[in-house]
Every structure is written in structure tokens, then in C-alpha cells.
């Protein structure tokens, strides 16, 4: 009983790993000196996402490299987090740091792309955001600038949250071009008008 159990265990955690997109940003040989002589490894930052708006970083060590990809695969996946998106862009313009790393993260107008490179590019896509403006400032180290922009994205806020915490209508707190489209949807005639 108890192996069937596990089978079908193992079986649902395979069919989770399929669903979710994981990336490699960042493989770096460290070193760890002992006394005779320095014993090397290989530090790997993996970004794993479900393209709906879960993400979640892992780090992992190893003295291979597979080792270590899978450590940090299996990190990232508990420590997922839900972020707040709009549509295919981030609700507003948000500042995530981390250690030396600053990244700016703005919404973009449909169509604009993502607009960011390295570890910002990879979290990113990975969380399920497709128009983004982005900019990384300080530290360039790639682990630093990943942690930053999810540390920028969980700053987001739904526009009904930002609404209900500024006592605002919620269409002012969409992006101008949600506004605009919304305002054309109504001001179009209807068929019974005709």
C-alpha cells in the first residue's frame, strides 16, 4: 500500500515539474580552502515559474554541476510566491533591492515586450510578464539582480487593492491604455442603439 502511495507521490511531482518553467541564470566555481588545499564547487542560481504569475529562486551547491542544478530547482519550487499582474505587464512601477542591486521594474503599453536582460529578462518571463520596462542599476552580480526584481514584484499591487487602500476609483489606477481601451469599449454603439 505504502509503495503505491509513493508511486503515485513521485508521479504527481513529475507531472508539477512539467507544468513549470525553470532556468538557469547563473553557474560560478567557488572555492572553500581547507588545509590541504581548496576544495572546489559550483554555486548554481535556478529562477522556476509557472508563466501565471508564481515564481520562486533556489540556490544550490554541489561539486557537480547536475547536483547542483537539481538543488536549486527543488529550492525554487518551495519557495514559490504569488505575485500581482495586469493582464500581461505589472500593475505599477516598483524599485526592488537587494544587497548592491537596484532594478526598476515600470508597466508597458501592449505589445512593447520585455524590455530587461540577464537575470531581470529570466524572472520575468518566467513569472509570465510579456510588456515590461525594466533597469538595472548597481551591483551587476546576477544573483543580487535576480533577488532584487522578485523582490520588486512582490511589491506589486492589484488595482483593486490600490484603489481600496487610496479610497480611488479603480479605473484611475489602471494603466492609461487599460483606461483608454475601456472608455472606446463603452463609447462604442451598441447593436440595439443602431
Known sequence: MADKRERRD???RDEEREELDE?????????KVIKGGRR???RTVVIVGDNKGRIGIG???SRAVPDSIRKGSDRARRRMTKVSLSGSTVPHEATGRWGGARVLVKPAAPGTGVIAAGGVR????AVGVHDVLTKSQGSPNL????MATIDALKQMRSAEELAAMRGKPVDQMRPFWERAARQAASAAPTEEAK
Open 10 to 12: 513521485r508521479r504527481d
Open 23 to 31: 532556468r538557469v541564470v547563473d553557474i560560478t566555481r567557488v572555492a
Open 40 to 42: 572546489f564547487a559550483f
Open 59 to 61: 540556490v544550490g551547491k
Open 122 to 125: 529570466a524572472v520575468l518571463e
Open 143 to 146: 544573483l543580487n539582480v535576480a
